[in-house]
């Protein structure tokens, strides 16, 4: 089997390069937000727990699937390094900054939150209740009966901060990817046409000699 063209193996670096990052981003997330949900929890504050974990495994599970593929050369799995950059786009960095902006916001409002049923409870119950009291709405009585929602700013915004990045960097796969897969050219020149194109072609330059003729004596 011949090895890969030059321009090839430079996109595989790229994307190697960008898988690394991938998994890099994906571990800081994850510490934060099993910190975050631990900060919760002595706190007993309210939080979505798992949605930046998971969110974060997935990144991780991405730039893992993107080092495979830029070391086999699979094409196989340079699709799934793309599909994966795609939903990371479109689903995954979003739930990230959402979940964590609504965290800020009630936390910095001082948001309490009282139902009944439990809040993170994934059955709505027929006729419930629930509401949402912030700043000078609630009193002290209230605050002792009700939950306290979302987690410190700091965690958050670090979060918030990564998702940007990964963002980024999902943008920046997709990209590569997409060049690999359906065979455009971002920039240069493509070394695999160069080298298939054969050395005796009309569009060689050619250096012309002037003619010399004999003159008469």
């Known amino acids: 089997m011949a090895p890969p063209p030059e321009s090839v193996l430079k996109l595989h670096n790229f994307l190697k390069c960008l898988s690394k990052c991938h998994?890099?981003?994906?571990?800081?997330?994850l510490i934060l937000g099993a910190y975050a949900d631990v900060v919760s929890h002595r706190a007993k504050t309210v939080r979505l727990h798992g949605v930046i974990e998971s969110c974060a495994i997935y990144?991780?599970?991405?730039?893992?699937?993107?080092?495979?593929?830029a070391a086999s050369h699979r094409r196989g799995l340079i699709i799934t390094f793309f599909l994966m950059g795609m939903h990371a786009i479109a689903?995954?960095?979003?739930?990230?900054?959402?979940?964590?902006s609504f965290d800020i916001h009630f936390y910095n409002q001082q948001c309490f939150g009282e139902c009944d049923w439990h809040l993170l409870s994934a059955y709505l119950p027929k006729?419930?209740?629930?509401?949402?009291?912030?700043?000078a709405n609630i009193?002290?009585?209230?605050?002792?009966?009700?939950?306290?929602?979302?987690?410190?700013?700091?965690?958050?915004?670090?979060?918030?901060?990564?998702?940007?990045?990964?963002?980024f960097i999902s943008i920046g796969t997709t990209v590569l990817?997409?060049?690999?897969?359906?065979?455009?050219k971002i920039w240069g020149c493509n070394d695999a046409t160069v080298a298939g194109k054969?050395?005796?072609?009309?569009?060689?330059?050619?250096?012309?000699?002037?003619?010399?003729?004999?003159?008469?004596?």
């Open 23 to 29: 998994v890099i981003v994906g571990l800081v997330m």
């Open 91 to 100: 689903i995954f960095v979003p739930t990230v900054i959402i979940t964590s």
């Open 127 to 135: 006729d419930s209740k629930c509401q949402i009291l912030c700043g």
């Open 59 to 69: 990144f991780l599970l991405m730039g893992i699937a993107g080092i495979c593929g």
């Open 198 to 217: 054969p050395s005796g072609s009309s569009t060689d330059a050619v250096e012309l000699a002037p003619l010399q003729t004999n003159s008469a004596a």
């Open 177 to 184: 990817c997409a060049q690999q897969i359906f065979g455009f």
């Open 139 to 167: 009193d002290d009585n209230q605050r002792l009966s009700m939950n306290r929602l979302g987690t410190d700013y700091r965690l958050d915004a670090g979060i918030i901060a990564l998702a940007c990045i990964e963002l």
